[in-house]
């Protein structure tokens, strides 16, 4: 079955502890990226990749690291996570951009306590 | 910068009632338009997509008009079910200077009675 995993989907975590979630795809895309979703803001772009080690900032990527070794996985890294990154963050993927069909994850819901 | 504008929600109807969410966008060029859905718990999943102007998405019984003149993409159903409950996005892609910008509108949360 063609999906985007994610995983955990829960996590409650303390300020400062770094974190990764992970993101991973079957559909041989060569597009993905991360987004949050906040109450009343939409969701908004963190980074994207176009390919295997190119990757490039969205609207909000402070606070965020990602990296693309495998064309399949596309880990979000919270080298210090505070507060305001509480959030519901999704993971995407298409084929070539942000023009083609956008596969979404099924989230990842964090709290920094 | 580029922006997406939906109407505030919730929106409450009755079964087989006609729905319209309206969608304006603002944009250096020419988008891409989408209509995505989220369905409780789960993530985005596309409903429907224009590319151009004047062209016509439409996807189970949805349809949208992509309208340069009114920077327009309104959401129209003639006849909603319980099952089309839901969060509806509006979104805009374009690329600007090498970047790739998918913008979305903050949603918009439907619910039907039966």
């Known amino acids: 079955e063609a999906q985007v995993t994610q995983n955990p989907r829960y996590l409650i975590t303390v300020t400062g502890k770094k974190l990764t979630v992970t993101c991973s795809q079957n559909?041989?895309?060569?597009?993905m990226s991360w987004y949050r979703q906040d109450p009343g803001l939409g969701l908004r772009q963190i980074y994207y990749s176009m390919n295997v080690e190119v990757t490039d900032k969205g609207d909000v990527p402070e606070g965020y690291k990602v990296s693309r070794k495998e064309k399949r996985n596309f880990p979000l890294i919270l080298e210090s996570p505070s507060p305001n990154q509480t959030s519901l963050y999704f993971c995407?993927?298409?084929?070539?951009?942000?023009?083609?069909?956008?596969?979404f994850g099924p989230g990842t819901r964090l709290t920094v306590l | 910068g580029n922006s997406v504008t939906q109407m505030e929600g919730p929106v409450t109807l009755s079964e087989e009632a006609f729905l319209t969410i309206n969608c304006t966008y603002t944009a250096t060029g020419y988008p891409s338009l989408f209509w995505y859905v989220q369905y409780p718990g789960e993530g985005l999943q596309l409903l429907l997509k224009a590319t151009k102007a004047d062209d016509k998405g439409s996807n189970k019984g949805f349809e949208a008009t992509y309208r340069k003149e009114t920077t327009s993409f309104h959401l129209e159903k003639g006849s909603v079910q319980v099952s089309d409950s839901a969060v509806y996005f509006c979104a805009l892609s374009e690329i600007v200077q090498g970047a790739q910008k998918l913008v979305f509108g903050q949603g918009t949360r439907l619910t039907i009675n039966p």
């Open positions: 559909m041989n895309h060569e597009y």
């Open positions: 995407a993927s298409s084929w070539t951009g942000v023009g083609d069909t956008q596969y």
